[in-house]
């Protein structure tokens, strides 16, 4: 009964920014690593960004690095994607996701035109 709720996607002109967040419940949040995916359409769903439980640790796609930060809130159960310096590449649904679980949210759409 893990659920997550991605928001905060929408339109944005290159070289924009954009925060993402996702608020999960039902699992003890704090407990587990979490992870930032996006698609776009015609191509796999790729990991974009991972968090450690505590938030010590991080790591992102060598294409999002010094452009996208990956954060948490354990007390309000929300993991943030920070994203910077957008690019029309960046244009995908995104995703978050438990990996202990295999549960993901329903997405939200980042669009970055050309």
């Known amino acids: 009964q893990v659920q997550l709720v991605e928001s905060g996607g929408g339109l944005v002109q290159p070289g924009g920014s954009l925060r993402l967040s996702c608020v999960a419940s039902?699992?003890?949040?704090?407990?587990?690593?979490m992870r930032w995916y996006r698609q776009a359409p015609g191509k796999e769903r790729d990991l974009v960004a991972s968090?450690?439980?505590?938030?010590?640790?991080?790591n992102y796609v060598d294409s999002v690095k010094g452009r996208f930060t990956i954060s948490r809130d354990n007390a309000e159960n929300t993991v943030t994607l920070i994203m910077t310096s957008l690019k029309p590449e960046d244009t995908a649904v995104y995703y978050c996701?438990?990996?202990?679980?295999?549960?993901w949210g329903q997405g939200t759409q980042v669009t970055v035109p050309s």
């Open positions: 996701n438990v990996p202990a679980y295999n549960a």
């Open positions: 039902g699992l003890t949040f704090s407990w587990y690593a």
């Open positions: 968090i450690s439980p505590a938030g010590g640790s991080t």
